[in-house]
T-cell receptor, first 117, second 109 residues
């Protein structure tokens, strides 16, 4: 299994500021996923963070707004830039751990609940 | 159109009741996951299924690949089972998972 430490767990931010969320995994993983979960909604994939290459962003998400770093196989950061109240969400990082049957078990961080005033 | 549909959206049960949450999906998948999200926001994986049935304690998950349907059952429900239960599928192609909108369960003592 994988244990993911995510921080901050919550924060209240002012409009126009930026916040960086960190995820540390206790084992090496190939891909890390960053999700946003807006109030009452399901998870939406922001991007996939790959070690040694640029993150792959989903439609509707851009690097300038959500820059991602992946310096090694156990760590990643997501920055929410120039925040507005519409960015108020829970942000989660996730990994899929490969096992012998190929389909991997999913592990999630504890989530970062952001409120933008 | 959502590739994953869950029902019901909200569910209130008395302690001890048997609970069923359903998940239907429209794509070919290599695996289906049942996840539990507590009010703080953290998500825990309950089951990963590619066929048949799995049981962990009071939780049972089944999947019918031909019908593209899965169910999560909770026997002898308890207030600590109160959470949002999310169904997620991994399609055969691509790295992205598709998530249901979740079922919010409240178990009343």
């Amino acid at each position: 299994s994988a244990v993911i430490s995510q921080k901050p767990s919550r924060d209240i931010c002012q409009r126009g500021t930026s916040l960086t969320i960190q995820c540390q995994v206790d084992s090496q993983v190939t891909m890390m996923f960053w999700y946003r979960q807006q109030p009452g909604q399901s998870l939406t994939l922001i991007a996939t963070a790959n070690q040694g290459s640029e993150a792959t962003y989903e439609s509707g998400f851009v690097i300038d707004k959500f820059p991602i770093s992946r310096p090694n196989l156990t760590f990643s950061t997501l920055t929410v830039s120039n925040m507005s109240p519409e960015d108020s969400s829970i942000y989660l990082c996730s990994v899929e751990q490969e096992n012998r049957s190929y389909t991997g078990e999913l592990f999630f961080g504890e989530g970062s609940r952001l409120t933008v005033l | 159109k959502n590739e994953v549909e869950q029902s019901p959206q909200n569910l209130t049960a008395q302690e001890g009741e048997f609970i069923t949450i359903n998940c239907s999906y429209s794509v070919g998948i290599s695996a289906l996951h049942w996840l539990q999200q507590h009010p703080g926001g953290g998500i825990v994986s309950l089951f990963m299924l590619s066929s048949g049935k799995k049981k962990h304690g009071r939780l049972i998950a089944t999947i019918n690949i031909q019908e593209k349907h899965s169910s999560l059952h909770i026997t002898a429900s308890h207030p600590r089972d109160s959470a949002v239960y999310i169904c997620a599928v991994r399609p055969f192609t691509g790295n992205q998972f598709y998530f249901g909108t979740g079922t919010s369960l409240t178990v009343i003592p």
